[in-house]
């Protein structure tokens, strides 16, 4: 019997597939199997899984292949499967898969062989934690865990876009630490730091959850609010920096370093470009930098 696979994909796929006919003779193992197994083609086509070669096991260490083998269920009532089960790699460890077994009909639609295609669960677990950390990468800020300026600047055309779309407002807060140079000259960068990671803390735990806090640069901080008026702005920046002026870092048992932030704001409309609104915003900031530190500068 000669049973017709796709050549141009099967073999190369990276989960492991293997088909055995009605005695239960492997007939086809790809590079996916050879892989996860670290058995090759030769040593495996035309032997039998019902000799036991990768001693499959569920979690109560009960040998599937001698009784229980969801594969060999399959060739019987043509069922598909999905299973759990624990295989036994070439070099003696055993490895956590998840299979799934899927009857081959002839064209009388008698079963006359059967698909297992297996998944290394390591795998699926790493490449997780991989996506996880590489997203987190590309918008986290590692030092003070805000979003940084890359996905700042991706948010911030998002929602330009849908300004223009729906013709909302929305306003964009820039943060800059007083005297922060003195903080770093006096208590060193490590302290300095501390003070980054407070006042992101602070700025990020005291807004809503569809505003964005990121990281601008150095010292400096920049927020999207969602506002429809420049007194809700100025309520918002004036909360953030009375916040922050009443944090700070315990030094030591005496000495707690405080410091507070100026902050430049406006509202950003459908006729705004990033650059239009964020000048207004810095120009703001600029103001209040100007005329005392530790207070709000906001306009359209």
């Not at 490895?95 to 077994?101: A, D, E, G, H, S």
């Not at 290394?120 to 990468?137: A, M, P, T």
């Not at 990671?197 to 005291?206: G, M, Q, R």
């Not at 150095?218 to 609010?225: D, K, L, S």
């Amino acid at each position: 019997m000669d049973i017709k696979y796709d050549d141009n994909i099967i073999p190369y796929l990276y989960e492991g597939v293997y088909v055995v006919d009605q005695k239960r003779k492997i007939i086809f193992w790809n590079e996916g199997s050879e892989r996860i197994t670290g058995y090759s083609q030769a040593e495996i086509t035309n032997s039998f899984c019902h000799n036991n070669i990768f001693q499959h096991v569920d979690d109560s260490g009960k040998q599937l292949c001698l009784d229980g083998c969801p594969l060999h269920k399959t060739l019987q009532d043509g069922l598909i499967r999905e299973a759990r089960v624990f295989l036994k790699h070439k070099d003696g460890y055993r490895i956590p898969v998840m299979v799934k077994t899927i009857p081959i009909y002839d064209s009388e639609q008698k079963i006359v062989a059967a698909i297992e295609v297996f998944t290394d669960e390591r795998f699926q677990k790493q490449i997780y934690h991989e996506n996880i950390e590489l997203k987190d990468k590309l918008r986290i800020d590692p030092l003070t865990q805000v979003a940084n300026r890359h996905f700042f600047d991706f948010q911030i055309t998002k929602r330009l876009e849908e300004a223009k779309l729906f013709s909302n407002t929305f306003g964009i807060l820039m943060m800059d630490i007083d005297h922060f140079k003195n903080v770093n000259d006096t208590y060193g960068h490590l302290v300095g730091d501390e003070i980054l990671k407070i006042v992101a803390y602070t700025l990020s735990s005291n807004v809503a959850k569809t505003d964005l806090v990121s990281r601008w640069g150095g010292e400096e901080f920049i927020a999207i609010v969602d506002v429809l008026n420049n007194d809700d702005l100025m309520k918002i920046a004036e909360r953030l920096r009375l916040l922050v002026a009443a944090s700070g870092y315990q030094f030591d048992e005496e000495k707690t370093i405080q410091v507070t932030i100026s902050i430049g704001g406006t509202l950003v409309t459908k006729t705004d470009t990033i650059k239009t609104a964020i000048a207004r915003a810095d120009k703001n900031l600029y103001y209040a930098k100007q005329n005392g530190r530790n207070q709000s500068k906001i306009c359209d």
